[in-house]
C-alpha cells in the first residue's frame, strides 16, 4: 500500500494526544486533546474547555505532514500510550518524522525542568528599555535612552551568568537580549567578557540595530568585536515589502535595516535575520530569503510565527479569531514562493527539545548559483534522533540531541561554512492559545531569569507564574 492510500484510509477525525495547556481568559491550566481533522490537507488542532470560560480551540498546523507528534508510552509516565507516529503519516521527504519523548518523574516547575535539561541558547536580558516602541513586542520594554536606561548591573549579568557555567556547564550560544541590548551603558565590556570566557563558545547580539546604524564609534568597537569572532548579530527584520511593517513596528524601519545590514558588512558582522511573519508579510518570505541570500554576511534567516506575549495586542479570548500562522503555513509558503530553489525535503526538526519547537533547512550558496541542500545531502537518513527514541527519560533529555546524533555533526558542519550555507529555521513560540506542556517540559531555549535560575523561553514570557 502506497502512502497516500494509507492516509487515505485514515479516519477524517482522530485523536493524537492529550496534554495540558491553558485557558486563553484566565490562562489557568486545562486538560487539552490535539486532534487531527479533515483530509487534502488534514488540520491539528489544540482544544481544551476551561470550567470558568468553556471551549477553546487553536490550529497548531494548517497541513498535519508539518506537525510532528511527539508521545510516549503510558506506563512510562507520558501523555498518551502507543508507539509514536507522524500527525500525517508518511510526508515529503524528511517531515512528518517524530520523536516519542516520555519526560518521566517530570519535575513540578518549569525552572527546575529547565535547571536539568540541556541548553542550547540561554538569553539573558541586560536591559529593560528599549529606543523603539514596537506595537509587537514579546518583552514589553519601556521606552528608554542615555540615562533614563533601565540597565542590568554589568557584576549581576555576570553572577547570574557563572551560576548557569557552574551549575550546567559549558553555554554553546549566549544571547544578549532586552529590552535593546546595544543600550547598556557596559556593553562592550560585558561582549568582550563572554568573548574571552573559555566556557562560552558563542555570543549572539538580539537587537533592533538601530544604534548600529546610527552611532559610528558603536560600529568600530562592534568591528573590534567581530575581529575576536564568535559573535554574530540576531537582526530584527520584517521583510523587504512595505506591508506590515507599521503595524509591527509603529514605523517603515526598511531604510534603517538596510543601513544597518551596510555597516555590519563594512565591519565584517555576520548577522542572522529574525523575521516577525504575520498574514501581512507571509507572502514575502521568499522575497526575504532572497534578499538575505544576496547578502554574503547574512548567514540566515529565522521566520517567527507572531505569539501573543508583552506589547503584542489582543491577549484575550477574541484573539483566537485573529489570523494565527504556524509551521506549516510558513513551510508552505517558503516553498511556494522559492522559484525552485526549496524543496520540502530541506528542512528537518532540531535534533534536540520537542520536534515542534524549530524546523531547520538549507540552501547553498555554490558561486553564482543557489542550490538545494537536499541535492547533496538526505536528511532522512540522518534522523535516528527521531526514528527510534520512542520512550525517553529524564536522563536521555539531558544529553543533548545535537551533541550526539549524526545529523547534530552534519549541522555543525554547515554552520561552519557561512559563506556557502544559508541557514532557514522556524521557531515557533508558544501563548496561552496554543500551549502545550509536552513542549515546555522538553524545552532547551531558556531565559537566565532575574533569580539566576533557568526558564524555558515560552514559560518566561508568557507572564504564567512561575
Not at 47 to 67: I, K, M, N, Q
Not at 132 to 141: N, Q
Not at 184 to 200: D, G, R, S, T
Not at 391 to 410: A, K
Amino acid at each position: 500500500m502506497t502512502s497516500e492510500s494509507a492516509i487515505a484510509l485514515r479516519p477524517a477525525r482522530e485523536l493524537l494526544k492529550r496534554t495540558t495547556t491553558r485557558c486563553p481568559v484566565c490562562r489557568e491550566p486545562v486538560p487539552g486533546e490535539v486532534w487531527r481533522e479533515g483530509r487534502h490537507p488534514a488540520r491539528v488542532i489544540l482544544r481544551r474547555t476551561c470550567p470558568t470560560h468553556g471551549p477553546a480551540e487553536a490550529v497548531l498546523a494548517s497541513d498535519a505532514r508539518f506537525y510532528w507528534l511527539a508521545q510516549g508510552d503510558r506506563a512510562s509516565g507520558g501523555c498518551c500510550g502507543g508507539a509514536c507516529h507522524a500527525a500525517e503519516g508518511p510526508a515529503t521527504g524528511t517531515l512528518g518524522r517524530n520523536a516519542g519523548v516520555v519526560f518521566a518523574e517530570a519535575p513540578a516547575t518549569s525552572s527546575v525542568r529547565c535547571e536539568t535539561l540541556s541548553t542550547c541558547l540561554a538569553l539573558i536580558e541586560i536591559v529593560h528599555s528599549c529606543n523603539l516602541a514596537c506595537p509587537t513586542c514579546y518583552a514589553d520594554s519601556p521606552i528608554g535612552a542615555g540615562a533614563k536606561v533601565d540597565a542590568v548591573p554589568l557584576s549581576d549579568l555576570q553572577r547570574r551568568i557563572e551560576g548557569v557555567i557552574e551549575r550546567k556547564g559549558r553555554i554553546e550560544i549566549l544571547q544578549l537580549s532586552g529590552g535593546e541590548p546595544t543600550l547598556h551603558p557596559q556593553f562592550f565590556e560585558l561582549l568582550n567578557w563572554a568573548q574571552a570566557h573559555e566556557k562560552i563558545d558563542f555570543t549572539l547580539v538580539n537587537t533592533n540595530g538601530v544604534r548600529l546604524a546610527q552611532d559610528p564609534e558603536f560600529a568600530r568597537q562592534f568591528g573590534e568585536a567581530a575581529a575576536r569572532k564568535g559573535v554574530q548579530l540576531y537582526l530584527q527584520y520584517d521583510g523587504p515589502q512595505a506591508a506590515g511593517q507599521r503595524e509591527l513596528r509603529g514605523a517603515d524601519l526598511r531604510v534603517l535595516r538596510e543601513r544597518t545590514l551596510e555597516v555590519c558588512g563594512r565591519i565584517g558582522l555576520p548577522v542572522t535575520l529574525a523575521m516577525t511573519v504575520t498574514a501581512d508579510n507571509l507572502a514575502h518570505v521568499g522575497d526575504a530569503i532572497a534578499f538575505g541570500l544576496a547578502q554574503p554576511h547574512v548567514h540566515g534567516l529565522t521566520f517567527q510565527p507572531r505569539f501573543l506575549s508583552g506589547r503584542t495586542p489582543t491577549r484575550d479570548a477574541d484573539a483566537g479569531n485573529a489570523p494565527r500562522l504556524n509551521t506549516a503555513d510558513i513551510l508552505l509558503a517558503a516553498v511556494a514562493q522559492s522559484e525552485g530553489r526549496l524543496r520540502f525535503e530541506d528542512f528537518t526538526p532540531l535534533p534536540c527539545g520537542d520536534p515542534n519547537c524549530a524546523t531547520i533547512g538549507y540552501l547553498l550558496r555554490l558561486g553564482e548559483q543557489v542550490r538545494s541542500v537536499s541535492e547533496f545531502v538526505d536528511f532522512a537518513q540522518l534522523q535516528g534522533f527521531l526514528h527510534d527514541k520512542i520512550n525517553y527519560r529524564l536522563e536521555d533529555l539531558v544529553q543533548c540531541g545535537c551533541e550526539t546524533e549524526p545529523l547534530g555533526h552534519l549541522l555543525k558542519g554547515l554552520e561552519l561554512q557561512p559563506g556557502i550555507a544559508f541557514r532557514l529555521m522556524v521557531k515557533p513560540f508558544m501563548d496561552a492559545w496554543t500551549w502545550d506542556q509536552d513542549r515546555i517540559d522538553r524545552c532547551c531555549t531558556h531565559v537566565i531569569r532575574p533569580d539566576g535560575r533557568l526558564d524555558s523561553f515560552c514559560h518566561y514570557y508568557s507572564g504564567f507564574a512561575p
